[in-house]
């Protein structure tokens, strides 16, 4: 126990002493940055254990985790395309529209 004890006091002054020589060499912007991340992710802690005491209450009572499964869908339609109806052409085909005649450009100041 004691050996516990004085490991957790060695750890924590080096985290300290790493901190407080970081906190030296950092710009005010640097540290902000740091503060921003640490505080952030402190600020998740809450409903992280909220989440995990919902679940475990959920998993004591005995009811199993609801599935988000959409239901079955029913089968998909199946269509039957005979070779004759392909080559029967009811519809008339497009005809290109007719050519014009070439337009004449002229380039004023050059030569013709």
Known sequence: MKARLLLFV??????IGL??????QLSGQGMAAIFGVVLGALASVPTALLAVRVAARALSLGRPPRARRAPPSPAPPIIVVSPTTLMDNTYPIPQPPPSKPRERYIVIG???
């Open 10 to 15: 060695i750890v924590l002054g080096l985290c």
């Open 19 to 24: 901190a407080v020589f970081i906190g030296q």
């Open 110 to 112: 050059g030569e013709e």
